[in-house]
Structures are given as C-alpha cells and as structure tokens.
Nanobody, 118 residues
C-alpha cells in the first residue's frame, strides 16, 4: 500500500522558518516526481513546488526565493524548507507523488497544517 506521510507543520510567526517533510513508500519514490501543494480556506489547491527524480525543481512564483524543495532518496523523504514566511502562506500543505505516461499514478498525503501569524 502506497503511503505519503507528512510531518513538521505548525504555528510560526511571520518572517520565520519551518521545514515540513513527507515520507513516501519505497515502491514509488524513486520513479516519482514529488511535489508540495497547499490549500488555504476557501481557495483551490495550488502548486507550491515539485522535484523530479532527477532533481529538477519547479516553484510557484509566490514562493520563489523563499521556499526550497529537496529529496533524500536514501531516506525516501521529500522536504520543503520554508523561510521568510508570510501570513498568506497559511494553508494545509499536501505531499504529492506522481508519474506521467506509461504506468501513470498519483498519490496524495493527508496534509499538514502550516499557520503563519502576523
């Protein structure tokens, strides 16, 4: 059974930093593009950042220069280091694992709450 388990969310003051993690099932991690998405109350889920199995990254404009996505293949974990946090970063952050093309799949974690106070 594939699992994505997020951790590390919490409450932080504006301007602060936080790192969230997502532990994935070994069966999919090495072939997946891993990503972080977020959903604020009353808003649609949006892309935050992705990282391919080759290490290429992509960021939403709103987090460029502040957030860093990384993956540790040995620990089958993807991280999102968030710095210079703003109240508008407050959301539930979801981990995503996806593969396109032949044998395509997509899995989601249960989400972790990040709250940035002003």
């Amino acid at each position: 059974q594939v699992q994505l388990v997020e951790s590390g969310g919490g409450l932080v003051q504006a301007g602060g930093s936080l790192r969230i993690s997502c532990a994935a099932s070994r069966s999919i991690f090495s072939i997946s593009t891993m990503g972080w998405y977020r959903q604020a109350p009353g808003k649609q889920r949006e892309l935050v950042a992705t990282i391919t199995n080759g290490g290429s990254t992509n960021y939403a404009d709103s987090v460029k220069g502040r957030f860093t996505i990384s993956r540790d293949n040995a620990k089958i974990t993807v991280y999102l280091q968030m710095s210079s946090l703003k109240p508008e970063d407050t959301a539930v952050y979801y981990c995503n694992a996806a593969k396109r093309g032949w044998g395509a799949f997509e899995y989601w974690g249960q989400g972790t709450q990040v709250t940035v106070s002003s």
